[in-house]
């Protein structure tokens, strides 16, 4: 036997407390490697064969997961790393390579039952470490995942800012050139001592302005056109032309109220009631803006539940799928989706951390769009069924290929482009319905997939 490498072992943080015939046996069956910085050890995709004892030096596991390549797993000296007794691991998720000079202990994969039976006390220790480094992927994957998640929301909710908060600012900005116009030809009727009739006349006529008007295209520069030849035939310059165009007078209302005023006084009223439709428009528009960004201000709070402690509550289901569909509404609109809800009106409330389950739609909702075409359907549906709540989620999409179905809630598994998904989304997704007691189920053909998701009532 090794003397100098049976005394390495016996110094080995995870397994140098094992009986010297256990060390014996794995420098009997064993075999030493080295790597140099770089070397990869396991590449992505290869099969996880190989159980090894790091003596010294640093190995790591290195994920791109669309924003570069960065480490979710590393292992030192004293450590153990690759196969594990008992785990499902088939392949690393990422290369496995030595960030330094680096020597292990190998034991190969059609060794490890001889192992199990003959190292009993490194075995136990070896499963251990396994829970252990199951439990951390757990924890990096989820972190991952809500970083990507957050990511989403934010680029989804500063497209979705965007326009009402520049509506705001274009509207407040022409409604001070608005109010000066006002303001003049306020001053011009107020100098030209109008006589009570014809103050009456302009009241008749503001009031027939009606606010402003959504005409198409076409019907505003028809009316434009109709307005300008009307000024034209009364004297009087075409500069109001546009704005009266944009309110619901008429050519009718325009000659009664010329039966009245002419000259600088009918030009000064009509200017005033232009000015004044345009102020009122605007103000709609901000206060229309306004309200938009505080409903979506609210949409966050509620989709991410950023004045709730991450406990368990009663959640109401409902409102986080629509918060859902609020963050991704410019998605939406980019895929010219079709998107329909369907709620009962009795639904029960779930028992859960709000903010995981969020994450769940969110998931699975966005993965429906990444799923269809332009056009394409999503619908999502909410029910009570017995003792629980049963939502889904459906797209017609090209669907998911029967041979990988059973593949497709497999952490790092993806059937996105590189640099598009992660893999983890739906893995995340099955962690966090089980972690709520609850199922998740797949069904699809070509033109529908159905995700089912099935969680307990609040009163079960």
């Known amino acids: 036997m090794d003397q100098e490498l049976a005394t390495r072992l016996t110094q080995h943080r995870a397994i140098g407390s094992a009986p010297p015939e256990e060390h014996a046996w794995l420098i009997e069956h064993g075999s030493v490697l080295k790597f140099d910085v770089g070397d990869v050890i396991t590449a992505k995709g290869e099969t996880a064969n190989k159980l090894m004892v790091v003596l010294s030096g640093h190995i790591a596991i290195r994920v791109d997961r669309g924003a570069g390549s960065h480490k979710v797993m590393e292992w030192r000296t004293g450590d153990v790393a690759g196969l594990l007794p008992y785990s499902r691991v088939q392949s690393p998720p990422g290369n496995v390579a030595a960030e330094e000079p680096t020597e292990v202990l190998r034991i190969t994969r059609d060794m490890m039952p001889e192992m199990i039976r003959e190292c009993p006390v490194i075995t136990a220790t070896l499963v251990h470490a396994m829970v252990d480094r199951a439990r951390a992927f757990t924890t990096s994957d989820l972190r991952d995942e809500k970083l990507i998640s957050l990511g989403k929301l934010a680029a989804g909710l500063a497209h ?3 326009n009402p908060a520049s509506a705001v600012v274009r509207s407040a900005k022409t409604l001070t050139e608005r109010l000066s116009d ?23 006529a503001r009031a027939a302005s009606g606010g402003s008007a959504r005409w198409s295209t076409v019907q505003r520069a028809d009316r434009e056109d109709e307005f300008a030849d009307w000024l034209s035939d009364h004297d009087l310059g075409d500069e109001t032309a546009g704005p009266l165009a944009d309110t619901c007078l008429s050519v009718a209302t325009l000659d009664k109220l010329a039966e009245n005023l002419a000259g600088e006084s009918l030009e000064a009223t009509l200017q005033w009631i232009a000015s004044s439709v345009a102020v009122r428009s605007l103000t709609n528009e901000i206060e229309f ?3 938009r960004i505080h409903e979506l201000v609210a949409a966050v709070k509620g989709f991410s539940y950023m004045d709730h402690a991450p406990t368990t509550e009663p959640v109401d289901i409902r409102r986080g799928i629509m918060d859902t569909f609020t963050m991704l509404g410019s998605k939406t609109r980019s895929k010219s ?3 329909s809800t369907k709620f009962a009106d009795d639904l029960s409330r779930a028992y859960a951390v709000g903010a995981e389950l969020n994450q769940v739609w969110m998931n699975l909702i966005d993965n429906a769009l990444d799923a269809i075409t332009a056009g394409g359907h999503v619908s999502v549906t909410a029910l009570n069924e017995a003792k ?15 041979d990988i179905q059973g593949r497709i809630f497999d952490p790092f598994f993806t059937t996105k482009p590189v640099g598009e998904g992660t893999g983890l989304g739906l893995d995340v997704v099955r962690r966090l319905v ?22 307990p009532a609040e009163d079960q």
């Open 337 to 339: 989706a079709h998107v």
């Open 160 to 162: 979705e800012l965007n």
């Open 182 to 204: 006002v303001e003049h030809a306020t001053h011009q009727l107020a100098a030209a001592k109008l006589s009570d009739s014809e103050i009456s006349s302009i009241e008749e």
């Open 388 to 402: 629980s709540i049963v939502v889904t989620v459906a797209d017609d999409g090209p669907g998911i290929p029967a």
């Open 434 to 455: 089980q972690r709520h007691n609850g199922s998740i189920a797949l069904e699809s053909v070509p033109g529908r997939t159905v995700f089912q998701v099935k969680l």
């Open 289 to 291: 803006a306004s309200s």
